[in-house]
C-alpha cells in the first residue's frame, strides 16, 4: 500500500472480522478485509482504505495450527507498518486451551512482533458486552449475564465458557503473566519484580471505554503496535483518535433495497439462529435440511448436497428464499467429539456448505446472500470466489454482523451483498428483514 494504513487486523473467525470493519467503517475509517493474504495486485485494488484486515479460522483451530499458520499472519500484518495492530477476538472470549486458544496467540504474536506486553480489550458496551474488575459479562435478549451463566455461552457446543475471570480463564492457556486495570478497584499485579506480559484494561461503559482508547494510545508507539481484544478495541481507539483531531465521524450509507429473494446456508446451533430460521418460514423462506453427519464423515456427502442444492433451486425459481440448514438448536452430542478441537469438523461442514450457496449463487445470480454461524462463515467463505469484503450497510440493532460487499477475483465484476452472522446476533425476524432491506426493527 502507499501509504502505511492506521490499524492492521487478524479476526480469528470471518463474523468476527466483519465486525472490526463495521466499527471503523462506520466511523468513516474505510476498510477493506481480506478472505486470504492478498497479492500486490489485489492491495493495489483497496490502496485507498485506512485500515486493512485478514480474515482468519484461528478460533476454531489447535494451538500447533497457530504454530504453523498464524507467524506468516502476523509477519505479514507487521509489513503493513500500522499505527496499531489488532488480534481480534471474540467478545464473548469463548477459547480453551485446545481449541482458538489466545493465550497461544499473544505468543506468537509477541514473539513476532518483539514486544514486551499486550493490552487486552474485551468489554464493548455497544455490543452488550463488559467487564467489570476482570468479569465478563453478556446480553442476552433483555437481560445481561456473567458468561459462564449466560444461558448460550456457558453451554457452547464447542467452547463453552465456565470461568468469567477472563485472566483466570486465560491462565490455563498460557503462562505468561498478567494482570488487571481497572478504573474502580485496585490493580492486580504480577509477582514481585515481574512485568506483565498481558494487560486487562476494564470497559464497561462510555467513561471506561475512552479511559481504555486513551491508554492504548499513550502507549503507543514506545510499546510496540500490537493489541488484542474484541471490536472494543476498536470503539475505544474511534473516540481517542477524535479527540486527537484525526479525521473520524459518523458515514451515511445508501439503503439497502429489497432483492425478493436470498439464500442462506446455517452451520450455527444456537437457539437464536433456530427462532430466527422458524421466523424465517413463516414469511416467505423455506427450510432445507442437511444431514451434518454426511457433510462431517463424508458418507453421503455428495448425495446430501445435491439434494439440498436441487431443493433450494426449486425454492429460488418459485420466488422464494432456501435457507439450508444443519442444525435447529443445540446438538445431543458436541461436535468435537472424537475430533481434538472439532477443527476437521468445521472443515468439512462449513465448506460443504459453502459450495452449495457458490452453487446457487452461479445458477441463480443472487445479488444478496447470507451465513450463519462463526466457525461455519470461516470455513464456508473459503469455497466462494470472494477476495476481500467491504462495508455495505450497518444493522443497527445488530452490531456486529453488518451487510459487507463480496468482492471477487475479476475486478470489474459487480460484488455481492453479503452477510456474515454469528450464531446469537441478531432478532428473530433477521432473515426477512435483510431480504427486504428493513434493516431497523419496527
Known sequence: MPAAPLLSYYGDDFTGSTDVMEALSSHGIETVLFTRLPDAELLARFAHCRAVGLAGTSRSRSPDWMDRELPAAFAWLKSLGAR??????????????????????????????????????VGAPQLRRYTFLGQLF????????????????SCHPATP?????????????????????????????????????????????????????????RRQPESGPLVFGSSGVEYALVEAWRAEGLDVGRRTFDPLTPCGRMAVVSGSCSPTTARQIETACANG?????????????????????DTAVEEASHVLEAGLSPIIHTALGPP?????????????????????????????????????IAIAGGDTSSHALAALDIQALTLRHPIPDSPGSPVCL???TAPDAAPVEL???????????????????RLTGD
Not at 95 to 120: H, K, W
Not at 139 to 152: A, K, T
Open 84 to 121: 496499531v495492530c489488532h488480534y481480534k477476538v471474540c467478545s464473548t472470549f469463548d477459547s480453551a486451551p485446545q481449541r482458538g486458544s489466545i493465550g497461544r496467540a499473544i505468543e506468537i504474536g509477541l514473539r513476532t512482533f518483539a514486544q514486551a506486553q499486550v493490552p487486552l480489550v
Open 138 to 153: 453478556a446480553g442476552y435478549r433483555d437481560e445481561v449475564h456473567r458468561i459462564d451463566r449466560h444461558p448460550v455461552m
Open 161 to 217: 465458557m465456565l470461568e468469567a475471570d477472563l485472566l483466570v480463564h486465560l491462565a490455563a492457556q498460557t503462562g505468561l503473566s498478567s494482570r488487571l486495570d481497572s478504573p474502580v478497584g485496585p490493580v492486580l499485579s504480577p509477582k514481585e519484580g515481574e512485568e506483565a506480559h498481558i494487560v486487562l484494561i476494564d470497559v464497561h461503559d462510555e467513561a471506561s471505554q475512552r479511559r481504555a482508547g486513551a491508554a492504548l494510545t
Open 285 to 305: 423462506f423455506r427450510s432445507i435440511p442437511v444431514d451434518h453427519a454426511a457433510l462431517v464423515t463424508g458418507q453421503g456427502r455428495e448425495a446430501a448436497c
Open 332 to 368: 445431543e452430542r458436541m461436535p468435537g467429539e472424537g475430533d481434538p478441537g472439532g477443527t476437521g469438523n468445521d472443515d468439512a461442514a462449513g465448506h460443504a456448505l459453502g459450495a452449495m450457496l457458490g452453487e446457487l449463487m452461479s445458477r441463480h445470480r443472487l445479488g444478496r
Open 406 to 408: 463480496g468482492h471477487g
Open 419 to 437: 452477510i456474515l452472522k454469528g450464531g446469537q446476533i441478531g432478532k428473530d425476524d433477521y432473515f426477512p428483514r435483510l431480504r427486504d432491506g
